[in-house]
């Protein structure tokens, strides 16, 4: 069996390429990206050139692959195509199997602007006539971090989520999640929710800033333009601002709460919490 991850020079998927390296022999494993030359700690895979924005790289990329982990790529709006291509020509290549890194409830009601590409790519995964998997990753736990840093610092969690919740989980029981998708029978045809253990909303974000920093943490709720004013105030890029926004605008209608028993099930140990994350674990 040959097991391959694109976009392995990136952080998630160089956390699934290490647990895939533990979990398998290195010679059934192949890790693809734009930038080969940057896969060298790998030892032992065959690192291969694969870039979605080059659909000629894209055929020898995928030769001989039995099981794919294909990981969505960071270009918002543009992807979409490409992912479509990569499929397709992973299919075309004999893939048996593709898993792709998707976000919770990717439907037309979520207003997080990541859900366009994500559904989209899912539908393509769906008819493509390949067996498939579907991780859908929730918020990783460590973007709070400095969320939390900041409302300890000026004593006030500003957000847009309204009361919503977020199931929030940690880049790498994501990636771990991925390495039993890939090694693991049972997992064709599916959608699987990845969430940490429980769904938290800003209160509950403000007691653990409170908690960590030794003083009460105010919330202060606001509405989805002022959010990303307060974002671009801060330095962020306008596109990444509202990106983040959306994300809060989907935790208020509710598409980010739901909580699953997925790492558990896949990896066999429980999820680890944002407040282990914290340090308050």
């Not at 002022?226 to 509202?242: C, D, F, I, K, N």
Request: with cysteine; charged share 20%; proline share 5%.
């Amino acid at each position: 069996m040959t097991y391959a991850i694109t976009g392995a020079s990136g952080q998630f998927a160089g956390l699934a390429a290490e647990g895939l390296l533990r979990a398998v022999d290195p010679s059934d494993v192949v890790l693809i990206s734009r930038r080969p030359e940057a896969l060298g700690r790998f030892a032992g895979a065959d690192l291969r050139l694969g870039d979605f924005a080059r659909p000629e790289t894209l055929p020898a990329a995928f030769a001989g692959i039995d099981i794919l982990l294909l990981t969505s790529t960071d270009a918002i709006g543009s992807r979409l195509d490409e992912q479509r291509s990569a499929i397709a020509a992973a299919a075309a290549a004999g893939v048996g199997r593709i898993i792709y890194t998707s976000v919770p409830d990717p439907v037309a009601a979520n207003p997080a602007l990541v859900v366009p590409d994500h559904a989209g790519t899912e539908e393509a995964l769906r008819a493509s006539g390949v067996r498939w998997t579907a991780l859908r990753n929730n918020l990783y736990a460590h973007m709070q971090v400095p969320t939390v840093q900041q409302a300890i610092a000026s004593g006030r969690l500003f957000t847009n989520a309204g009361d919503g919740r977020t199931a929030y989980v940690t880049r790498e029981d994501c990636a771990a999640v991925a390495v039993a998708a890939l090694t693991q029978d049972g997992h064709d045809d599916v959608a699987y929710d990845v969430t940490g253990p429980e769904a938290l909303g800003p209160d509950d974000l403000a007691a653990l800033a409170g908690k960590l920093g030794g003083t009460p943490v105010e919330v202060v709720r606001v509405d989805d333009e002022a959010y990303v004013q307060g974002l671009l105030g801060a330095g962020l890029p306008e596109e990444a601002a509202r990106v983040v926004a959306s994300f809060g605008a989907s935790a208020r209608g509710g598409h980010l709460a739901r909580v699953s028993t997925t790492v558990a099930d896949l990896t066999g140990r429980p999820p680890t919490s944002l407040a282990e994350v914290l340090g308050l674990g």
